[in-house]
């Protein structure tokens, strides 16, 4: 099998491509040979030791994957070799094979293509436990979403529609909010050229957003929180930007708002069963086309490094997957 490898901590170009062993599954693991992996943020961070999870060196990146079951491990009935699958991992999806706990590896729906199924389970699982379960967002609500044209972003939109609220997609240029009004949004806000603050008072009568979704942080999370509505739901999903704000908190108590954390990953760790019901939601979603992940670019496994750079660089629309 070939891997991309994390040797030692550092940007993108210090990544290496190997040759290793096959893999093996113990008792309880399954073994997949990967067709697609998405790429997300985090994959960004953790290479660089920027990341709340800290794996051992070396390991190879990659969290999502969508793939073939090479073999089984002991324990292991509701997959078989041959099996189209997908996976969630901790990291090990830049690779041609990868090796994941059974728990972790559900089959693949039919008619669905590997690399829209690599791309989904990271960004829709956030944005749905996000939106739904912390955020609580209902028919009619209003939700702003700030870095709209990313991956979770754009599930974001989807999945706010899904469900019948109105939405609000803010991004930097006009190129990626046409691609938001192409995914469901209903008014858009280019924050580098329009008055973010001002904009959202427009498009909400005054009354503000009753949920807004920030995977962003950075200079736009206050003045989006000082727009918010009463009794508003402010959702901290990450902090793409780089910097993490510090907000006021007279601002919550002054509109009886809520700051609430979103660690999906986390989620899903403890509270399996409520994941798997809320992915299958999506699928079927998925299925009647009310959600469609948007992949703007794909790589050889050899071009992983400049696919993280790209991510980086903040050039990505959607979803981008690399396809060993």
């Given at each position: 099998m070939k891997a991309v490898l994390c040797k030692a901590w550092g940007p993108p170009d210090s990544l290496s491509l190997e040759t290793l062993p096959d893999l093996v599954p113990g008792d309880g693991e399954v073994v997949i040979d990967v067709k697609a992996a998405g790429v997300n943020f985090p994959d960004v961070l953790i290479i660089q030791n920027k990341y709340q999870a800290k794996p051992e060196l070396p390991f190879s990146p990659g969290s999502e994957l969508a793939g073939v079951v090479n073999a089984v491990g002991a324990g292991v009935t509701h997959?078989?070799?041959?099996?189209?699958?997908?996976?969630?991992l901790g990291n090990g999806a830049f690779a041609t094979q990868a090796k994941a706990p059974a728990k972790a590896v559900v089959p693949m729906p039919p008619g669905i293509d590997f690399d829209v199924a690599a791309a989904f389970t990271l960004t829709y699982g956030t944005s749905h436990h996000a939106v739904v379960d912390r955020g609580e967002l209902k028919a009619g609500e209003t939700m702003l979403v700030l870095g709209a044209a990313g991956g979770v972003g754009l599930a974001a939109i989807e999945i706010g529609k899904a469900i019948g609220a109105r939405v609000i997609a803010a991004a930097s240029t006009d190129e990626k909010l046409a691609v938001c009004k192409a995914h469901g949004a209903d008014a858009v806000i280019n924050y580098s050229t329009e008055d973010l603050r001002e904009r959202i008072k427009a498009l909400t009568d005054g009354k503000g957003p009753d949920v807004i979704y920030d995977p962003v942080g950075g200079i736009y999370a206050e003045p989006a929180f000082r727009s918010i509505a009463w009794r508003g739901r402010y959702l901290v999903v990450g902090f793409a930007n780089g910097e993490i704000p510090k907000i006021p908190l007279n601002l919550a108590l002054l509109k009886g708002a809520s700051l609430v954390g979103v660690f999906w990953g986390?989620?899903?760790?403890?509270?399996?069963?409520?994941?798997?019901?809320?992915?299958?939601?999506?699928?079927?979603?998925?299925?009647?086309?009310?959600?469609?992940?948007?992949?703007?670019?794909?790589y050889p496994l050899d071009q992983a490094p400049q696919a993280l750079k790209d991510m980086e660089a903040r050039k990505v629309t959607g979803k981008i997957v690399i396809q060993p």
């Open positions: 997959v078989k070799p041959g099996d189209k699958v997908i996976a969630y986390d989620f899903a760790r403890r509270e399996p069963k409520a994941n798997q019901a809320n992915m299958a939601q999506m699928l079927g979603w998925m299925r009647e086309g009310k959600i469609r992940p948007h992949i703007s670019a794909r």
